[in-house]
């Protein structure tokens, strides 16, 4: 990953509060209401959650808003770097990264499920190191009732 890359990730995640889980709920984790905090329907314009996102006419303060450091920011860019290479090296090795069992892998639909435990390992292709053995039947024997064989026929 390219520095700029990495630097990009470090500062937008330095404009997230800590306490933000995502509007879908009713409250962030410190406890503070959305609805109330924005004056009505939660407009992420109107939440100080976001720092990248806020309109500065109609942002409101919050006084559990917290927000991380340089460092938290790198730390929390690191351990998420350090999860996806196991996770990658967990799929690659074949083993479900949710229950870690080894497993035959089943294609459905466009996600790949590990049908030793049901979990979704990832939403692609199946690889063909996943994919079942194919059933060839087995060649029919040659019948010369049916053919004429030179020789076996009585014709030159």
Same mark, same amino acid.
């Given at each position: 990953?390219?520095?700029?890359?990495?630097?990009?990730? $470090? !500062?937008?995640?330095?404009?997230?509060?800590?306490?933000?889980?995502?509007?879908?709920?009713?409250?962030?984790?410190?406890?503070?209401?959305y609805d109330e905090q924005a004056g009505g329907p939660p407009a992420l314009k109107k939440l100080p959650c976001l720092l990248r996102m806020q309109d500065p006419d109609r942002a409101?303060?919050?006084p559990s808003a917290h927000y991380p450091t340089r460092e938290e920011a790198e730390a929390w860019r690191e351990e998420s770097s350090r999860? $996806? !290479?196991?996770?990658?090296?967990e799929v690659g090795r074949g083993v479900c990264p949710n229950c870690k069992k080894d497993g035959r892998w089943r294609q459905v639909g466009r996600c790949v499920y590990c049908e030793?435990?049901?979990?979704?390992?990832?939403?692609?292709?199946?690889?063909?190191?996943?994919k079942p053995?194919?059933?060839?039947p087995p060649p029919l024997p040659f019948n010369s009732r049916?053919?004429?064989?030179?020789?076996?026929?009585?014709?030159?």
């Open positions: 990953m390219s520095a700029a890359r990495r630097e990009a990730e $470090i !500062r937008k995640h330095q404009q997230k509060c800590l306490n933000f889980n995502g509007i879908m709920n009713d409250r962030c984790r410190a406890g503070i209401d409101v303060a919050c999860h $996806i !290479r196991e996770w990658a090296e030793g435990c049901g979990h979704r390992i990832y939403q692609g292709t199946l690889p063909d190191s996943k053995p194919r059933h060839e049916f053919y004429d064989v030179p020789g076996e026929s009585g014709m030159p």
